[in-house]
């Protein structure tokens, strides 16, 4: 049942409203399982690449965004390499006159409200309309960023993308609980996908001379395969059969909740709406010790990313400043991509070690800011592919591990919770990057 008609059966109407109530009838042979594994799995990394893309390509058009310019004739462009704005001309650093965490900013806190609500209610909406907005959220990002005349606007459309992100993050990773555990990794990997081709893409395009405006609308496909990848590719989750590898593994679970009830159906579409606050409370204490990892892990890429990338600048080479910012942002997600493809090459259990070593990331780099000891861009292209790989070392391990530790009636549940993780993590380091940005543009 993995056509596009199959697919609207699916959980329409609510998750709380599927057929369980009605008189079962004799099933026909199941479908090819194979191929219902691998159409799961090539769904869900298209729809963790759709996700994604348009957040990721905010981030990498920030320097862009802020460097907005009104031209002749009513049209708004931005220069594929624009004369950056200094905050002070005795200033050591070429700055922009707001910070690209104001970017960042606009690209994640809708996100985290999105994030901090949906554990209260967000479950008791349907599946698919929540898709459907999502995907009309992404391409209404491109379209307003491309053809703004002002920065306030610009920041409008990066509202939408993080609206359409947050959105879909919550939903699809909420929607794993009804599939076999191999779907994370797919996820994982499709939202690594999604940093690296999304800021390739915006590099690549106005690397060749297409504007940035252009640039933005070529990419108004990825929300429509979005809607595809969920209305037409996945399977029922009606169908799904675990089997061998997910047997395995419950052996080795160590549960979030202890319980002597016994296990609920692997597919139980009503558990989160089912929940008491009591086991609600219970189950968000025993994630704490893979949220806050997450949120260290986050907070201090994050600072890095929107606070230090554009104060990272090199004058000895033949990079311009924002074609330095674009390769920054490359070489990150292309770390991102490599670690959140790679759970079936090794898993980590410790993400606490992850955390710490991206803190000491940080704290690197900021001193290069404020001292510039190292003597070359390619040394800081190392250790920022560096920190993408522990970044989605840590995301992917997160919620693999997550999705073993908890039974499968606290599944959805525990998967909206924690997704707020990188989320948070992300706000704090945008709200002390703008400061740290206006301070250090004072220097002379």
């Not at 599946?127 to 391409?139: E, I």
Request: glycine share 8%; aromatic share 10%.
């Amino acid at each position: 049942m993995g056509g596009c008609a199959g697919s609207r059966r699916r959980l329409s109407d609510s998750e709380g409203e599927v057929t369980a109530q009605e008189p079962r009838e004799p099933r026909p042979p199941p479908p090819d399982r194979q191929g219902a594994h691998w159409k799961n799995a090539m769904g869900f990394w298209l729809l963790g690449l759709c996700n994604n893309f348009s957040y990721v390509v905010m981030l990498s058009a920030a320097h862009d965004i802020l460097s907005h310019k009104r031209a002749s004739g009513n049209q708004s462009h931005v220069d594929p390499d624009p004369v950056p704005t200094p905050h002070n001309n005795s200033s050591r650093f070429d700055c922009n006159s707001v910070s690209t965490a104001a970017v960042l900013l606009a690209d994640i806190l809708p996100t985290l409200v999105i994030k901090l609500l949906a554990p209260l209610g967000l479950h008791l909406l349907p599946y698919s309309p929540r898709v459907l907005f999502s995907g009309v959220c992404a391409a209404g990002s491109f379209i307003l960023v491309a053809f703004s005349h002002s920065v306030v606007t610009s920041l409008c459309g990066v509202v939408l993308a993080s609206i359409s992100s947050g959105l879909g993050e919550v939903t699809f990773l909420s929607l794993t609980a009804f599939y076999p555990r191999a779907v994370i990794s797919w996820w994982s990997s499709g939202t690594g996908g999604a940093g690296l081709l999304g800021a390739l893409s915006y590099l690549g395009l106005t690397q060749v001379g297409l504007s940035p405006q252009h640039t933005l609308l070529s990419m108004l496909g990825i929300p429509a395969l979005l809607l595809a990848s969920y209305f037409c590719l996945l399977t029922s989750p009606e169908l799904q059969d675990p089997g061998g590898e997910e047997e395995a593994e419950r052996e080795a679970r160590q549960p979030l909740m202890s319980s002597e009830a016994p296990e609920a159906p692997e597919w139980k579409p009503d558990s989160s709406s089912s929940l008491s606050l009591q086991e609600k409370w219970t189950v968000f204490k025993g994630l704490q010790c893979y949220i806050i990892p997450l949120v260290l892990v986050y907070f201090a890429e994050y600072f890095i990313n929107q606070g230090l990338f554009e104060l990272l600048f090199f004058r000895n080479t033949s990079l311009s400043h924002a074609q330095q910012y674009r390769w920054y942002q490359m070489l990150y997600q292309a770390g991102v991509f490599a670690s959140r493809s790679s759970l079936r090459c090794f898993r980590i259990q410790f993400t606490w070690a992850l955390a710490l070593l991206q803190c000491f990331n940080l704290v690197f780099l900021l001193v290069d800011v404020w001292l510039s000891f190292l003597p070359s861009i390619y040394l800081v292209f190392l250790i920022i592919l560096y920190e993408g790989l522990l970044g989605g070392a840590a995301y992917v391990n997160t919620f693999h591990n997550i999705a073993l530790e908890t039974s499968d009636e606290h599944r959805e549940f525990a998967m909206a919770t924690a997704c707020v993780s990188d989320t948070l993590g992300i706000s704090l380091s945008g709200l002390l990057a703008l400061p740290l940005h206006d301070f250090l543009c004072r220097l002379s």
